[in-house]
T-cell receptor, first 115, second 114 residues
Framework: DAKTTQPTSMDCAEGRAANLPCNHSTISGNEYVYWYRQIHSQGPQYIIHGLKNNETNEMASLIITEDRKSSTLILPHATLRDTAVYYCIVRGHYDRGSTLGRLYFGRGTQLTVWP | KAGVTQTPRYLIKTRGQQVTLSCSPISGHRSVSWYQQTPGQGLQFLFEYFSETQRNKGNFPGRFSGRQFSNSRSEMNVSTLELGDSALYLC?????????????FGSGTQLSVL
């Protein structure tokens, strides 16, 4: 699985968009980009994942560059409850025989949303 | 649907003892994985089970073991506890989504070894 690089910390004003970058320059063609977040004292929470097209769900948007070497997670209207550590993870797609559940978490980005 | 349930939530043990942690996955999920989280090392993969078989194991000593039952519930065991085993132990169940997957984590068991 390819490694990722994220800033250690970021902050954002409540109500504004939070844009969290991630570099994954060694990503290979069959690897997905996943984002999880962990609020203090809780287990990580799945946010979104994508392969090459931009993705959007009720939580966030994921923008992946055309060369797939970097991506940005966008929280369109950050709230205080979005304060958490955000992990960008790259992992190969599931196929018969490969392993579900094994993810390599780096240190992530501590996002602080202030009022 | 109920989420991933881990018991107990907190546990205090002394060095040399052993401990068993329990995890009930989301109904219908057959894959269960375990992670250890410490301030120094972050989140580290322990092992993963699928249909009662260990599919993969992280780089942890043999004192760490686990198993999965026919109803997909899983337990992990740590024998001969060391101070460095103090950590948050997280269990996750996962489901395929297209060619990707989604992991659902429990709230964890906070283990303190004195």
């Amino acid at each position: 699985d390819a490694k990722t690089t994220q800033p250690t910390s970021m902050d954002c004003a409540e109500g504004r968009a939070a844009n969290l970058p991630c570099n994954h320059s060694t990503i290979s063609g069959n690897e997905y980009v996943y984002w999880y977040r962990q609020i203090h004292s809780q287990g990580p929470q799945y946010i979104i994942h994508g392969l090459k097209n931009n993705e959007t769900n009720e939580m966030a948007s994921l923008i992946i560059t055309e060369d797939r070497k970097s991506s940005t997670l966008i929280l369109p209207h950050a709230t205080l409850r979005d304060t958490a550590v955000y992990y960008c993870i790259v992992r190969g797609h599931y196929d018969r025989g490969s392993t579900l559940g094994r993810l390599y978490f780096g240190r992530g980005t501590q996002l602080t949303v202030w009022p | 649907k109920a989420g991933v349930t881990q018991t107990p939530r907190y546990l205090i043990k002394t060095r040399g003892q052993q401990v068993t942690l329990s995890c009930s996955p989301i109904s219908g999920h057959r894959s269960v994985s375990w992670y250890q989280q410490t301030p120094g090392q972050g989140l580290q993969f322990l092992f993963e089970y699928f249909s009662e078989t260990q599919r993969n194991k992280g780089n942890f000593p043999g004192r760490f073991s686990g198993r999965q039952f026919s109803n997909s519930r899983s337990e992990m065991n740590v024998s001969t506890l060391e101070l460095g085993d103090s950590a948050l132990y997280l269990c996750a169940s996962s489901v395929k989504q297209g060619l990707g997957e989604k992991l659902f984590f429990g709230s964890g068991t906070q283990l303190s070894v004195l």
